[in-house]
Each structure stands twice: as C-alpha cells, then as structure tokens.
C-alpha cells in the first residue's frame, strides 16, 4: 500500500480536473458527490497507509521523478512516509472526507456548488503533497497551493468586496511568510548541500549554529504566516469570510497547521539551533493568550472559533518550543477534530439561521437544533480542556512539557490562557444555545441541519471524544508517543519520562484552570454575578482595546498599507518625472537644437564662404600651433 | 523527418508569405487565411527543427553558412544551441497566437499591411535568435524595429506617435553603439584581412581583446541590451509603447522582443568579454534587483492595466539580468525559463487585457470589476497566468525565479554577498502577489456592473489562442527538467567561456 501513496493526492486531483473541467456545464450537483467520493478513497488508502507504517515499515521513499535538477542542484517529485505524514494523511482525508459530506448539504442552495468543489478538492491534493513531501522544495509547492486555494475558497463571494478583500489579505500575508520560507529553504540548501529531509537531517553537524540559527527564525517566519502566528496572524479572522465548511477544512483543521508540521519535521534542525526554539516556544505562548484574550469580547460566533483557533495554534508552538513535538502533533490531531466540529457546528447554526452570525440574536437555540448542540457541547468541552474529552490529553502534555522542561513562566501562561478558553467557550455556547432567544423571528425559523450535516458532526463527535484517550492515555507513553517518539526523537531534546504523581498534580491544576473558567462564565452569563455588561463597562478602555483586537488590524491596514502605498505612489512620480522626465527633456534638447542650427543654414552663399574662411583660419592656427610646439608643455 | 537548411527555411517561411499576401492585399479575408496559415507552417517548422536538436550537446547545431562580404569576412552564419533553440518555437508559437487573434476582428484598418508588418518582425525575430554572426545579429536586431514601430504607429491608441517614436529613438540609441562596438570588434578581431564577425571564429581570437577594450564595448553591447530588456533607467519608454501598442503588439513586444536583450547578453556579451563581464557585474546585478523591487512597487500603484503588466515586465526581466550575471548554472538556466515563461505568460497577460479592451474598451482599472461572474472561461484562463506571473509553484513563473534565486543566494562575487542580495531579490515576489492578486480582484470580482452584463465570454478563436499558452503555463511548471535538460549543456558551456580562468589576472 505504501507503494501507493500516490493514489492518495492522485483521487482529489482527479476530482478536481473531472469537476473543474465539466462542473459547470454537465455535472452539477454530483461535483459535490464525486469530490467526496475521492476523498473518501483517499482516506482508505491513508488508513491502509498509516497501517503499514504502524506494522513497522517506519521510512519510505515513494520516488516519482525528478523534478528540477540544474548543476548541483536537484530536487525530485518524492514521498516520505513515515509516522509523522502518515499521522498528518490520516488527519487530512478523514476530516477533509467529514467536510466534504456536510458541505453537500451546506452548499446545497449556492450557485458556486461546482467551483466550491474543484477548488476544495484542489485544497486537499496541495494539502496532501505538503505532508507527503520528502523534500522542502516539494513542501513548499504544497504550501503555496494550499495558499492559493485558501484564497480562492475566502474570495468564494466574490461579488461582496469584504471576502476578497480578506482573500487578498491571506495570501499576501502568507506570502510575506513565504518569504521565510523561501530564505530558509534556500540557505537549508547551500549548507547542505540537498533540500531533501533525511540528507538534512542526517548531517545536522555540518551546520554552524549562526546557519542553523538563520535557518530555523527563516523557517519558522513562514510557519508565522501558514500557522497565523504573530506577527502575521490577522488574516486567519478575516478568512472566517469564506464559506464555513472552508473555515472549518482550512482555517482550523489543516491548512493552518502546515506551520506546525514544518516545524515538527524540522525538529533536528531546531533542536540543534538552539535559542531558535526559544522563540517558537515564547511566540506560541504569547500568541496563545493574546488571541484568547481577544476571543473573550467577539459576537460573531465565527469569530470568537477563529480567535480560538490562533490561540490553539499557539499551543501547539509552545509545545514545538519546549520540546515536545509529540504533544504538538497530539494536539494538532484532536484539534483538527473538535475545532471543526465546532464550526461545522457554528456553521449548522448559521445555516439554521439564515445566515446569521451575531450570537446577540441568538439564544436558546439548543430545543431547536438538538444535534448541533449535543456535539458542539462535547467539542467546547474539549476545547475547554475537560476531561476524558480528546483536547484535555493532548493539551495537558502541552502544559506539562512546558513545566517539566523548565519553562514555568510558559507553564503558568498556558493555565492562564485555559482560564480564558474554557470562559470563552462557555461563553459562546450560553449566548447561541441556551438562556431566552433574543430575536424571536430568527428563532421561530430555525431549524436543524439535514443529516447530511448532522452526519458527518457526529462522527466528529466521535473522535472529540475518544481520540484523546485512544492514543494519548496513559499519558507521556501513550501510543503516539510510541509511534511518533522514533521520529520525533532527536538529539537535545530528551522525552519527559515523570513520575506518575508529578503528571496527577499538573492534570489536575490543569482541569481546575478549565473548570475555573466554565464557571466564572456560567456564573456572569446564567447568574449575571458580575453581570457582562456592568463588566465591560468597568473596564472601559482595556474592554475597548480587546474589542478593537488591539488596533492591530488599524495598524497593519491602514498605517503601514498607506505608508507602502504612498512610498510607492512617490516611486511612480519619480518614475515618471524624473527617469522619463531626463528622456524627454533630452529628446527635446535634441529637437531644440537642432532647429536653432537650423538658422546656420541661411543659403545665403556669402554667409557660406564666409563660415568656410573661418573655419580654415582655425584648423590653420590649431595645426601651425601643434607643429610649432606651442601646445606641448 | 529531417528537413535540410531548416533555419534556413525558417528564415524564408515568412518572407515567401508575403507575395501571396501581396497579392490578396485587398481581400481581408484571403489575407488572414494567408497570414494565420503561414505562421502556424512557421510553427509547426521550429517544432521539427526542435525535434531535429540534439539534447545534450552543448555546440551549436543545424549549422548553416554562406559568404556573404567575403572582403570583410562577414558570413551568412546561423546555428541553435540549447539556449536558443527554445526560444525560436516561442517565438513562432507568440506570432502565430498574435497573427491568429488579429485576425478574429481585433485588427480592422489596413490588415494586409498589418499583417506583412508581422512577417517581417518574425524573420527579424527568428534572425536574432539564430545568428551566429555579429553583423547578420545586428540586421536581424535592427530589422524587429521597424515593423514593430509601424505597428504601433499606424494601429496603435491615441498617443501612438509619442510612444512608438520614443520606442525607436531609445532602442536606436542603444543599437547604434552596438553598432559602433560591433565594428571595434571587427577592427580588434585580427589583422587586416583576416578580421572577422563570426562567433566562433570571434571566441577563438578573443584573447586579443584588452581589458579595457572590453570594458567599452561591454558597456555599448551592454547599453544597447539593457534599452532592450529593458533594465531601470532605460525602461520608461516600455509603458508608453504597450499602452498604446495593438494587443498583438504588446504580446510580441513583450513576450519576444524583450528576450532579444537577455540573448544578447548570453550570446555575444558574456562569452565574448569576460573581463568586462566582470567588471560590469556589480553594477549590472545591482541595477536588477533595483527592477526587480522598483518594478514591483511601481506596478502596485497603476491605474492602466497594461501599464501594470508593462512594469511587472520590468520586474519580470530583473530576474533575468540577475540570473544571468551571477554566473552560476541554476542563475543562468534560471534566466533562459525565466524569458521563456515570461514570454508566454506576459504574451498571454496582454492577450487577455486585449481581449477585455475589445469588450469593454475600457483599460482603467477602476472603470471595470465584476466580470468573473460573466466570463467564467475568461476567468479561469486569465486566473492561471496570472498565478504563473506571481511565480505560484507548480506553473512555470516560478521554477525560473526559484532556480534565479538560488543562483543569487550563491553568488559571493558582488558587495555584501549573495546571502543579502538573495533575500532582497525576494521581496519582489511578496509584491508581486500584491500588485497581481490586487489587480485581479479589482477587474474580476466584485458586483457585475450593468454596461459589462451582456458582453459575451471568450470566443472560440480566443479559446484556440489561449490553450496552447495554458498547456505550456502548466507543463514547463510540472515537469520543467525537459526544458532544463535542453538549456543546461549550453549555458554551462557559456559559463565556462565567461568565466575562463585565463582571462581572471587582468581583473585588479
């Protein structure tokens, strides 16, 4: 089966080509049935992958031709399929296969339904060939596709100006990742003379620390971008103007995880930089409680997940910086699960509604939509960390690695942030399902979502549920940690083996953390002790700058795109007036000159004679005066 | 099949086209018969010769000579080599698409003369990219001038006379130095009597030239390319020419005329004058980078669509020059894809801006939006070169950027080094995607406006035109090593010339 690995991207190319090309015209509504099908392949094929793997063929190349070979370059077309990418092809095609089904019945009603599939199954193949690459120049063809599609799926209603505006957002600020990208890809090259990941790996000695370094803050600048870390993370709430299934497939489960798959893979190198990981550590941390704070204020319901999404990325990272790659793919996993249960659940509601997002017109909606409500409750569960739920296991190791590797201010910013996720989670989930219905029209014409949805929101379910202790229990030894530890085992970074008891104290400080937040958010939203409003109104400005998300995006739209619009308006002036400017007034000494020699030539014969008398008299003197010797000194 | 003096016959094609177009000039429709005909032969005939070149051979092939000023030792001399031997299918494929779309209704006055002017532009075309002597190089450089300057004097917008004279008067000055280093060459090449232009005979007796002669007539060669490419300063008089240049024109002028430039400099300047390649290179690679960013940054803030195409061209060729003066086999293979691809995607950016124009006859970009809900084919089409331009991995834009980056970042024989100019040569890729993405999303998204409702979609010939660039786009970007397997023996083989180490001691 390994040596089949292709089949997997083959089927969602496939599909894409089968409804880009006759989508529009003739095949209609069995896009959507043909796409799913695919994935659905793909996803058998990735299981019969992943069980090979797991029979123990750890490491295989799937070879398929070369791709750019120029003197002592060369770069091929190849997979690697080890445990980690066929973990990460497991992930992609089985929630990609759940989004696909729902987004049959999301979509059903939109005029797009074609495109919506060829670009979606466009998504999955770019997804597919980034964590099947064997090399980082392949990834990266990954990487910019599944870009591009990101851009083309936010842009998806094209005909309103704030999804495209947000689509070109995304994929300039992931091109400015890119550019890290693209430096450390390179520069991976010249020190080592292959881009490819087990010649790398393998020869992580060669470097100098200065390389490694250069290499590692280049790679992870893009993994910024990819991953909407800071300083590049505000495209990722803006794409939450795409379709929701998109939001739920790109912008929660795969795509935006690409950053800390890059990361994970690189582990041998970061592990050998040094200080790099540091950073990866103390941006993830940073980010996390800053997307969360955000989080905590938002009313759309789309929002409030996408903030959430930033600051569970951040985890991830923290988790990439103190070492523990395997809670950071643990992690990756079941967020894929429960963060797009979640907005495939905001997105049933939405459909439920109409159309609406504003979670001030919501309310009550859990006798309503029963389905969504159950499964949402299990995913805000997990988000919030409760116990047995799959976000509890995968985000405890998290904290935990942080504590036990040193990194106790890292450690105390992570329970703070699970404060605030657990409050924010529960806050949402109170203001859309439960309490009075505020806009009583809205209400009276929800309904629930047709199984097609509530379908794949239940398998969801299922994995929000039991993943976390199928793979993760018991934890630090856990089965990922047996399946991804050889991988993700490099030197400078040693796995935790803690007593038991050590585990039981963090586990359970976590939990409190989750806890603690749920009810201070039912006590303020069911009790109104403190009431919401008397809150926010007491803390005035600091309330002001949360909902504003820090001005951040004031600064980067307005401040510094007018600066570099400016700047350029100016290099166009210049261009214009004084480039073009020298050339015309150059042409126009050419053409003055030359009509006031024009005057020279009076035709009158006298004048002639006399400019030839003149002119003899001076190649005379000139001449006499050289051979004379008068000029020599 | 191997057909005998096919560059030769190249060479021919169009130019016996022309007396059957001579004599249906006043029957439109017989003449778009005659002109589209004799271009598609002239493609399908670089195909074969295409088909004849041997890959890996790193000479000239498909020699052909003749005397021609015997006295002077002026030959009829023209041959391919990898580096060459692409562009010539590129530029019979551009002319044909050009020719092709002409002939659907975009080209209404005069369209005998119109399309002799392209026949003639092809032989020129063709003839600079075959030559192997400087003399036969200079006719055939020259002899694209003129039919393109009629063809944006006589078919071109409001401001065809401003801008098609600028066009000549800036790529003139540029050729009549070359001219003048053409003939110091001649007059350094031997003694009298056994004075020669042809290059390999050149090559051979180039140890005769001084440094310092070489750094002059590396600077005239090197002026007239660089007004050619065109590289910052000497690019002001491209927008003006594209903008009011006949959509076919802008598709030739950018997408083959420019190329000559970059050829230049791989065909005569590097090998003939290493050491004023060296002396030049600083500068020369300082300058591209500046295009690279200045062009990028310059095209963000246009309101005329081909403006904006005009000064990504700038950018576009920056890439070029770099890759080329850097002097390294990923650089310079880098370089040659780069004009390629640059060639069909530009080529085929101005196709659709043309095609657009024929619609809408609107050019600024604020005056148009909404049409990717109306024309989704057009959409489609003009969304992938687009993605291409903006160097997307997996089209073609991108392999020549990538391989012309990593040149760069090797290259330690320049101030502050590869590892700075590398990065900043990157930048430009961010910008491309601002200037591109903004673009597109300003003409193609966005509600449809009422004027724009009816307008129809691409037609059938706009279809045939745009495929072949599509298939193209697509296939040099997934499997590119083809093309890389042709370029590579070559272009080493011009590094190695342009770098012998015989010539590095009169370097200080």
Redesign the interface.
Known sequence: MIQNVWLIPAFPLAAFLIDGLFG?RWLHRWTGIIASSAVGLSAIVAIGVFLEVLGGQTRTTVNL?????????HSRVAALVDPLSSVMLLVVTVVSFLIFVYSNGYMEHDHGFHRFFTWLSLFVFAMLILVMADNY?LM??GW??VG?CS?LLI?FW??R?EP??A??KA??MN??G??GY??GM??T??VFGSMQFTDVFEHVGIATQANLTLICVAFFFGATGKSAQLPLYSWLPDAMEGPTPVSALIHAATMVTAGVYLVARSMPLFAAAGPSLAVVGVVGAITAIFAATIALVQFDIKRVMAYSTVSQLGYMFLALGVGAPVAAIFHLATHAFFKALLFLGSGSVIHGLGGEQDMRKMGGLRRKLPVTYWTMLLAGGALAALPPLAGFWSKDEIVAAAFLGGYPVLWAVGILTAVLTAFYVTRAMWLTFHGEPRDHHLYDHAHESPAVMTLPLAALAVGTVVLGVAIGFPPETGFIHRFLGPVAQVEGIAEHAPEAATILVLAAISVAAGVLGILVGLSMYVRHRPDPAAVSRAAGPLYRVLVNKYFIDELYDRRIVEA??A???A??AF?VHV??GL?NRL?WLAATGGSSLRRAQTGIVGNYALTIVAGLLVILVVYGGYASGLFTR | MTIDHILTLLLAVPAIGLLPLYVFRNDPRSVKQVAVVTTLFELLLSLVMLAQFHVGDAGFQLIEQADWLPSLGIRYLVGVDGISVLLVPMTTLLTFISVLYSSGGAIKDRIASFMAAFLILEIGMVGVFVSLDLFLFYVMFELMLVPMYLIIGIWGGPRRIYSTL?FV??TLAGSLLMLVAIVAVWLASGDEGARTLSLPELLASRGRFSADFQFWVFLAFGLAFAIKLPM??F???LPDAHVEAPTAGSIILAGVLLKAGGYGFLRFALPLFPVGTQLWLPVIIVLSVVAIL?GA??S???KDLKKLVAYSSVAHMGFVTLGIFVL???GG??AVLQMLNHGFVTGALFLFVGIQYERTHRRLIADLG?L??RW?LYTTFFGIFV?ASLG???LNGF?GE??V??GT??FSGVPLGG?FW??VA??G??LA??YL??MF?RV?????REAYRALPDLSPIEVVCAVPLVVLTVLLGV???QA?AII?PSL?QVLRLATDPGFQVAIK
């Open positions: 529009r031709y070369e791709w750019i070979g120029v003197g002592d370059f120049l990266f063809v910019e596709g591009l851009y842009g094209f005909e100006p495209y505006v689509a070109k994929f300039v091109r400015i890119d550019w693209t430096i390179i520069t090259f010249l570099f619009r700047a350029f308006g290099m166009w261009d480039i073009d050339a042409g | 600028k008067i800036f910052v300063p690019h002001t008089w200045y940054a310059v963000t803030v246009q390294n086999a990923q293979v880098g909404g990717a809900n989704p993605l997307l991995p997996g392999v990538f391989l980056l990593l970042f090797k590892l590398g990065p990157a930048l890729v961010i995607a601002v993405l903004w999303q193609m998204y966005g509600p449809v499997f590119p090593q890389i590579e080493q």
